[in-house]
């Protein structure tokens, strides 16, 4: 069923890494963003409010850990839709390749790299970033996973309606970073006016950003089980309406 | 033999019809391609032919028609029909940056059987791209690269859709090398083409289309001699009595002079040596003599009436 499908998500990777903004941009930037960020805010700010410090120790991880995941759902975006225009979706098609292995080898690759962004993040983090907390690196993981792999299904449906290679990148954010708005990452979601509270809750990204708030404050998993259902059902809704309207060619 | 007096056919297509929207790509398409021959199917851009070609893939349902290839129906049996076909697509792109020998190394994981890629890519003249990106190889590269791929399950079927579209005549010769070379295996190959003189060197037998429909089926010396009968012989001589004697040549419809040259015109293969004997039995010196045959570019004219760049 799944014939070729590591031998290609392992390509994807070695694709994805040659190209010049690959590695850098995706997986050294945010890197970067977290430990300057990091720095700046820790040493600068902390001292003096009880809320920035609050968002330095939670806040800032999250979103770093959101900008991953957005990060890989729009290069996800760029590149299906480069495969489209150029055909490569279709050559690769016409192999006994079954359409959801090439497109399973595009999450896999992208999850694959994710973890490594974090993985380098947190042994950045380790070392400059100022907080003495312990921090569940394993779980933070596993929720960034999860949130991304929920997000990416989105990823493929902005890639069934983006026309051109060109708009991919532009379209995919601008239907992507107003969610960070909404998340409830800047602003507490108890604190948005009725309307937009019901409009954040429709908003995927709210339950990554709780999920992986909670998990990173230590809270147990089987709190915030809603969360993970949540991203579940989007994936569902996401994938089934992608595999409508998903175009190759 | 089958109905058309070629070998045991393994692909037959007939009454196939797909539109998109409005617009009817092709319509009553009906043909057989017999085992270990070149089949082309040629016209203009648009008449239709890579539509009917990814029907016989299995790539797309026709709206209406059955379609047979290797015993097989190429939409529901697509999977096992891929593993014993081989496919290049027209204007198809790998990754920019996968590597020869990478692309090579994936397709031949995906067959049931796979001959050897390192050979594959010898017998094409890329081994010494093995470690080269996608995206640095020249146009004929790629090409002989997406023909080493639709090579490596070893297949029985090749279909390649305007293969030298884009070359230059240099590679295009190699190319007309290599795919005489697939034949040569055993192979058949269905191709398209809308360049009348890659088709007239190297299929066995072409079907015209144009507008989605199919005008003639033949090999290219059967079209020629079916729609476009009419030599030409241009001589020129110094002889005053020529003309006179041009004339009186069986076969010979038309003869027109200017200065010392002339065009004539006849039907049949033996034009040619009825005018040879007529110039030796009267002692006609001539200082040229060519002969002008019709080609595929002229039948097409002939049925469509334009050129096929038009």
């Known amino acids: 069923m799944f014939r070729g499908l590591w031998k290609l998500t392992w390509l994807e990777i070695k694709i994805f890494l040659r190209e010049p903004m690959g590695a850098v941009g995706t997986i050294l930037s945010p890197v970067l963003v977290f430990v300057i960020a990091g720095r700046f805010m820790g040493t600068q700010l902390a001292s003096r409010s009880i809320a920035v410090a609050g968002f330095v120790r939670v806040g800032l991880p999250v979103l770093a850990a959101m900008m991953i995941a957005l990060s890989a759902v729009l290069s996800l975006v760029t590149i299906i839709s480069i495969y489209r225009e150029g055909g490569i979706l279709k050559r690769l098609r016409a192999t006994p390749l079954r359409p959801h292995t090439i497109l399973t080898a595009h999450v896999l690759a992208k999850l694959a790299l994710t973890a490594v962004t974090m993985a380098l993040m947190v042994l950045a983090g380790k070392r400059y970033f100022p907080v003495n907390v312990r921090i569940p690196v394993v779980g933070f993981t596993i929720a960034l996973l999860i949130s991304t792999w929920s997000i990416l299904s989105i990823g493929f449906l902005i890639a069934s309606i983006v026309p051109t290679a060109r708009f991919a990148q532009p379209i995919g954010a601008a239907i992507l970073y107003p969610m960070i708005a909404l998340c409830g990452l800047f602003v507490p979601l108890q604190s948005l006016p009725p309307a937009l509270h019901t409009a954040a809750r429709m908003v995927p990204l709210t339950y990554a950003v709780s999920l992986l708030q909670g998990i990173w404050k230590g809270e147990a998993w089987s709190a915030h089980l809603g969360d993970v259902a949540a991203l579940v059902i989007v994936f569902v809704i996401c994938t089934a309406l992608s595999a409508k309207v998903f175009r190759w060619e | 033999m089958g109905v058309s007096g070629t070998p045991r056919p393994v692909i037959q297509v007939s009454g196939i019809r797909k539109t998109y929207g409005a617009t009817v790509a092709v319509s009553e398409v009906s043909f057989e391609v017999g085992e270990g021959e070149i089949f082309g199917l040629i016209g203009p851009n648009g008449a239709g032919k890579t539509t009917t070609m990814e029907c016989v893939e299995g790539v797309r349902r026709p709206d209406r028609g059955v379609i047979s290839i290797l015993g097989l129906d190429p939409f529901r049996d697509v999977y096992r029909l891929q593993n014993r076909i081989g496919v290049q697509l027209q204007q198809a792109q790998l990754q920019k940056r996968i590597k020869v020998w990478e692309a090579v190394d994936l397709w031949a994981s995906l067959y049931s059987k796979a001959v050897d890629g390192n050979r594959l890519l010898e017998q094409l ?10 995206m640095t190889l020249s146009g004929g590269q790629k090409q002989r690269l997406f023909i080493a791929l639709a090579l490596i399950n070893d297949p029985e079927v090749v279909f390649l859709d305007e293969l030298t579209t884009g070359l230059d005549p240099q590679s295009r010769q ?42 003639d089926i033949g090999s290219p010396d059967e079209l020629v001699r079916r729609h476009c009968p009419v030599r030409t012989v241009v001589l020129a001589t110094g002889n005053a009595l020529a003309e006179e004697h041009l004339l009186t040549i069986p076969y010979v419809e038309a003869v ?23 110039l030796s039995e009267n002692r006609i010196r001539v200082t040229e003599f060519r002969t002008v045959l019709p080609s595929l570019e002229d039948v097409f004219l002939k049925l469509t009436g334009h050129s096929i760049r038009d």
Do not use: P, S, Y
């Open chain 2, 125 to 134: 003249g890329l081994a010494n791209k093995r470690d080269a990106w996608f």
């Open chain 2, 256 to 278: 027109a002079r200017q200065d010392g040259r002339f065009t004539i015109q006849g039907r049949g293969d033996d034009l040619v040596t009825e005018v040879i004997h007529c």
């Open chain 2, 174 to 215: 190699a190319i007309w090398g290599l795919v005489r070379g697939i034949r040569e295996r055993g192979k058949t190959v269905f191709m398209t083409t809308h360049l009348m003189e890659e088709a007239e060197r190297l299929c066995d037998r072409v079907a015209i289309i144009e507008h989605g429909k199919i005008i």
